[in-house]
């Protein structure tokens, strides 16, 4: 296999792999966001506010591997 082969495969792991905990973390937030809203509707603004705080950041970790990426693709 050639060094380029080899850099598109470990891009394409990178974002792969990147892309997993990014997702399954923002299923876990946006499951336990609705749940606490469905028991306390009151606290809505306050859940959808950290909602949306806790989902960005845990995109922030998807937007990082993709940099990964491009940097194995274009700068190695």
Aim: hydrophobic share 60%.
């Amino acid at each position: 296999m050639t060094d380029e082969g080899l850099r598109f495969l470990a891009a394409a792991l990178a974002v792969g792999l990147g892309a997993v905990g990014p997702g399954i973390g923002a299923g876990m937030i946006f499951n336990g966001a609705l749940n606490a809203m469905g028991r306390n509707p009151e606290a809505e603004g306050t859940l959808r506010t950290y909602m949306f705080l806790g989902f960005a950041l845990t995109e922030a970790l998807f937007i990082f591997a993709l940099v990964v990426a491009l940097l194995i693709l274009f700068v190695l």
